[in-house]
């Protein structure tokens, strides 16, 4: 076995191959929105009816799209390789679980659960969200919220993500910009411990490809199942 410990970092360019919209790709505009206004804490207490109403369209946008050969071809990763691999994505759409991934983080959260402001409890959430919903956990009403991790917050489970890229011997990161922190960060990371070896899989190369060992540059859905064939040979 070549690898024993497998990380992947997938971002937005794995699920724009599916259909979902980046703000990226439209001058900082996110399906007509700008970010400030949709993707904030202060804009959550500013017009929170906007916030409930932008994510409950990009929710149920999730029935509108279907997982890429890149997401299958990392699920298949997972289950076909003997090591052990993590993806960790920067994206909030479900397209991961649907291709039968499942050990996973959400760095930045989940559109299909929300979060109590006042007890933290996460809670899954197929419907549509709004000021008047209960926390199952505490009680409390008018304290849901999306469970998006949105700028200016902490994204989440970054202890277990430092604990996986420090022991990982292979690092791979798939439809990301590089421009985004932490999630940017992490190929230097791994690079300055010096036992990884590093891949980018990209439509171009990123703001940090000079870090890596190796780039593939062309659309995910092509590369990655190419990749994962030479892998699991």
């Known amino acids: 076995m070549r690898y024993r410990s497998i990380v992947v970092l997938t971002g937005a360019g794995v699920s724009a191959e599916s259909g979902v919209r980046t703000f990226r790709d439209n001058d900082g505009l996110w399906e007509e929105h700008r970010v400030e206004d949709v ?9 929170p009816d906007l916030v409930y109403a932008f994510y409950n369209a990009r929710r149920a946008q999730l029935g509108t799209v279907e997982p890429n050969a890149a997401h299958r071809a990392l699920a298949r990763l997972e289950k076909e390789h003997r090591g052990d691999v993590l993806v960790v994505t ?3 759409d479900d397209l991961h679980e649907r291709a039968g991934q499942s050990n996973l983080i959400h760095m930045h959260g989940e559109l299909k659960k929300a979060r109590c402001g006042h007890c933290g409890a996460v809670s899954v959430w197929d419907e549509p969200l709004d000021a ?3 926390c199952g956990a505490c009680g409390t009403v008018g304290q849901m919220r999306p469970h998006i991790v ?8 970054m202890d277990d993500i430092d ?4 022991g990982a011997d292979l690092f791979i990161s798939v439809g990301t910009s590089g421009n985004v922190y932490p999630a940017a960060g992490f190929v230097q990371m791994v690079r300055g411990l010096g ?5 980018e899989i990209n439509l171009e190369p990123s703001e940090g490809s000079f870090m890596f060992h190796d780039s593939r540059l062309g659309p995910a859905g092509r590369l990655v199942p190419q990749f994962v064939d030479e892998l699991l040979s």
């Open 195 to 199: 036992r990884a070896e590093t891949v």
């Open 39 to 47: 993707a904030t804490p202060e804009a959550f207490a500013r017009n």
């Open 150 to 157: 949105w700028f200016g917050e902490m994204p989440l489970a």
């Open 163 to 166: 604990i996986a890229l420090a």
């Open 132 to 134: 008047t919903n209960r």
């Open 90 to 92: 920067q994206n909030v």
